[in-house]
């Protein structure tokens, strides 16, 4: 490892802990209108720490792993914010008073959902087993299975799902670009 790719990989770290934070603080505020803004930051962010991380190429070992606990953490507390302005970006009906996509009363619990979610697609595809993605879609799918009849309820169930794990395998990408 070169001294110019520790200090790129430490400083992906850094940004990847920004992130964390930030996904923290935005979480609780994500069902605003102006929520599209805190989506947008974060995924600057990741940007930045894919961008590194990219530049440091391999690090250390303490470096990687350091990048797969924050890219875990990032997919965990990120995720809802960016998914949630995808979701207001995506809503093609925004006549006041309708049920829509974007609506949080919609597949109620959606946000612990997709907290679990992101930190599940994190670690199976850190942890090399690319099939528990099938696994893990199959399970929400069936958990939801009664409520996806509506159609509003299926649309939020589709574009929060991959908008949700899009952003998890980005988060993963980092780390994975780290420890490559």
């Known amino acids: 490892m070169s001294e110019v790719g520790g200090g790129m990989g430490i ?8 992130l964390v ?29 894919a961008a590194l991380a990219w530049r440091a190429g391999r690090v250390g070992d303490g470096v990687a792993i350091g990048g797969q606990l924050l890219a875990v953490a ?15 970006a995506a ?13 949080p009363e919609v597949l109620r619990g959606g946000a612990w959902i997709g907290v679990l979610e992101r930190t599940a697609i994190a670690v ?25 009849k509506a159609p509003v309820a299926s649309e939020r169930f589709i574009i929060g799902t991959l908008a949700s794990g899009l952003w998890a395998l980005g988060c993963v990408g980092v780390a994975v670009l780290l420890r490559d």
């Open 11 to 18: 400083a992906a770290l850094v940004v990847l802990g920004v």
């Open 21 to 49: 934070l930030a996904g923290g603080a935005l979480t609780p505020q994500s069902d605003r209108r102006d929520s599209r803004f805190g989506g947008v930051l974060l995924v600057l962010l990741l940007g930045t720490a």
């Open 74 to 88: 990032s997919a965990a507390l990120g995720g809802g914010p960016v998914a949630t302005a995808v979701l207001r």
């Open 91 to 103: 809503d093609p009906d925004r006549v006041p008073g309708r049920r829509r996509a974007s609506d």
């Open 124 to 148: 199976t595809v850190l942890a090399g087993f690319a099939e528990g993605l099938a696994v893990l879609i199959a399970v929400k799918g069936l958990g939801r299975f009664n409520e996806l």
